[in-house]
């Protein structure tokens, strides 16, 4: 009788065992698929916002206030001799990538002008990917069991999500109740009733809205879109939106969206990662 | 996967995607269906991650990073499938046995392979992707740890996790064999 081998030889050889596999049957329906299934040239996290350009005049013109303002207090404290010890150095959060992200801190800076100094630093664990605009399980974020966070401005709604080409004909106003009170005008989706929070001492509005049940087939694009730019939703998501007073022109929203069917510990993942949200602007 | 071929798909191509797609699935299929231990759910992650290719594509800013990129897309794909694995079908068909190498008799062992596959199944879907992909794939630890978006230490220490479950079935299987033997 021969000796047993090693068992690393046994694991090795039969992982590495060959197989015969046919694909074909894969490859036609792949095939047969590609005419109902669109290209993406934006996600639902990429896009980016950009505001009106007057808004951009205006935010240009604080932000060179703002400057002024920091270089002089910087400034002044060494020119006196005195001022606040350094800080111990701290490891320095990430910047988020648009690929699976190993467990840490990251930084994200999502907008265009003028909210390109609006930076948001939050802790992920591990099993998440990034996005330009925001990050979701690495196990996707479609339904019926996935989840993401997304970082949004939001200028203007549609008034039907399902037809959302071109400009969004809902104008929004600058303030954080102008866009709960715009959002609960509408009836393409079922709103919560708002609830005063404050992020990372920003003070806000919460305020959730779930999707109906919608066959996108019959929606322009494949697409149901809440706003101008944002994401496309699915039937039955939930989406909680924090919408936050910055100091800026117009609030940021941070996104938190599930499913019924979104795992507890991915649900929980996702709150952590919203609670650990901290904000510089 | 020929650059060229990826920027025409990149710009709606179906022809050229098409042929990606035919170079691409019957290595999927074998990878998936390795880590999955399920000939069904290894094809529909297959249709899943060609077709968020397809999907995604555009979204793609290196094309010469595609072979990771579409590895990843798989690796989802797989995760996805073995989520609903859990939750729908916990009673798993025993998957075809695979064709022995004909060097390799102790494999065409019945107890040892069903030991393998009992304790390769008991991993999880994260163990399972690093044993296939740096075993089987033949991928270097350093490339694991690219497409899976880790750390290479975590990409080792899942291996090495992985690797002593493995031996753990075979030698517990080894040591019930040895008792009845006494018996």
């Known amino acids: 009788m021969s000796r047993r081998p090693d068992p690393d030889q046994l694991v090795l050889a039969w992982l590495r065992e060959p197989a015969r596999v046919e694909g074909g049957r894969v490859l036609v329906r792949v095939l047969e698929q590609l005419d109902s299934t669109p290209q993406r040239g934006v996600s639902w996290t990429a896009r980016r916002t950009l505001l009106s350009r007057r808004g951009v005049r205006i935010a240009i013109a604080a932000a060179a206030v703002l400057v002024l303002a920091i270089v002089g207090a910087s400034i002044l404290p060494r020119i006196g001799g005195f001022g606040p010890p350094e800080p111990t150095p701290t490891p320095s959060p990430r910047p988020l990538i648009v690929d699976f992200l190993a467990a840490g ?10 909210l390109d100094d609006v930076t948001f630093t939050f802790d992920v664990p591990e099993g998440w990917e990034g996005y330009e605009v925001g990050l979701f399980q690495a196990t996707g974020w479609e339904r019926p069991d996935g989840s993401g966070i997304a970082f949004q401005v939001i200028e203007r709604l549609y008034s039907d999500p399902c037809h ?39 003070p806000g509005t919460q305020i959730n809205l779930l999707m109906p049940e919608v066959d996108l087939r019959t929606c322009d694009g494949l697409n149901f879109i809440i706003w101008e730019g944002g994401p496309t939703a699915q039937g039955g998501n939930r989406w909680q939106l924090r919408i936050i007073d910055v100091g800026a022109i117009r609030p940021v929203v941070v996104v938190a969206q599930d499913y019924e069917g979104t795992p507890a510990v991915d649900r929980e993942e996702m709150h952590s990662i919203v609670n650990s949200i901290q904000i510089d602007t | 996967m020929d650059a060229d071929l990826v920027v025409r798909a990149q710009r709606g191509d179906k022809g050229a995607f098409a042929l990606m797609a035919s170079e691409l699935v ?60 859990r939750r729908w079908t916990p009673n798993l068909r025993i998957m075809p046995a695979l064709e022995p190498k004909a060097a390799e008799d102790w494999i065409g062992s019945v107890i040892d392979r069903d030991q393998l596959e009992a304790g390769f199944r008991r991993l999880s879907v994260d163990h399972r992707t690093v044993l296939v992909l740096h075993h089987y794939a033949d991928m270097p630890l350093e490339r694991v740890a690219q497409v899976l978006g880790i750390p290479v230490g975590t990409v080792y220490s899942r291996v090495h996790h992985a690797m002593r479950a493995m031996r753990a079935a075979l030698e517990a299987d080894a040591r019930t064999a040895s008792q009845e033997a006494a018996r």
Do not use: H, K, M, N
């Not at chain 1, 954080?176 to 509408?186: E, I, K, N």
């Not at chain 1, 009836?187 to 609830?195: K, N, R, S, V």
């Not at chain 2, 880590?35 to 290719?53: H, P, V």
């Open chain 2, 26 to 85: 019957d290595r999927f299929l074998d990878v998936s269906r390795r880590i999955l231990r399920d000939l069904d759910l290894a094809e529909d992650a297959t249709q899943q991650a060609l077709l968020a290719i397809w999907r995604d594509l555009p979204q793609l800013r290196d094309p010469e990073r595609f072979d990771a990129w579409s590895y990843r897309l798989l690796v989802r794909a797989c995760y996805a499938e073995g989520r609903a694995q």
């Open chain 1, 105 to 114: 801190s990251y930084t994200l800076s999502p907008f265009g002008p003028p």
């Open chain 1, 164 to 202: 959302a080409e071109g400009r969004g004909d809902v104008d929004v106003g600058p303030t954080v109740d102008d866009l709960v009170s715009a959002f609960q005008a509408q009836d393409a989706y079922t709103t919560t009733a708002p609830t005063d929070i404050a992020v990372d001492g920003y």
